[in-house]
């Protein structure tokens, strides 16, 4: 019987402590210095899991043996799964960093060159190949205009004007 019990507080513990499968990408457009500011909230645990199908190499965000290494790998697989189009054209995002903040990592990423934005589309499918649970959050300003919009999988697409 304390078996079960303490089974079942495991299985609520771990609900409460991450019960969604979630990202977040903020994508700001700065006027002034005409370029967009990326930034993408990973939880580590699942973007860590999702790492470890890709790469023979132990992955340990926070401490990794190789700091190098990881950035790279942090870096392939959000560009991988994060397109971008201002305008109509492709953009390039340019990796910045990441850092951890509580339970997430927030990975940087900046477009230079940017003379005005008319609209974005986004092909959002971070962590499609971990959960079928998985929503992206997308929160967009550019124009003094904001724009939040969820994408619950298999959906990927979402396009932004102003």
């Known amino acids: 019987m ?29 006027s002034k210095d005409k370029e967009l500011e ?34 790279g790998f942090v870096n392939d697989y959000i560009q991988k799964h994060l397109h971008l189009k201002v305008n109509g054209k492709a953009v390039q995002m340019n990796f910045v960093g990441y850092e951890q903040q ?19 589309d986004i092909v959002n499918s971070l962590l499609h190949d971990y959960t ?9 300003r550019a124009s003094n205009k904001d724009f939040s ?3 619950d999988y298999p959906d990927t697409n979402a396009s932004f004007s102003f």
């Open 102 to 120: 509580s339970e997430s990592i927030w990975s940087y990423f900046e477009v230079k060159n940017i003379s005005n934005v008319q609209k974005i």
């Open 2 to 30: 304390a078996s079960i019990l303490f089974q079942w507080i495991t299985v609520l513990y771990a609900a409460i402590v991450h019960p969604f499968f979630v990202s977040t990408t903020d994508i700001n457009y700065n």
């Open 132 to 140: 079928s649970n998985q929503e992206n959050m997308l929160h967009v």
């Open 149 to 151: 919009y969820k994408l």
């Open 38 to 71: 990326i930034s993408v909230r990973i939880f580590t645990d699942d973007f860590e899991n999702t790492l470890r199908k890709y790469h023979t190499s132990k992955i340990d965000i926070l401490h990794p043996a190789n700091q190098e290494e990881m950035n």
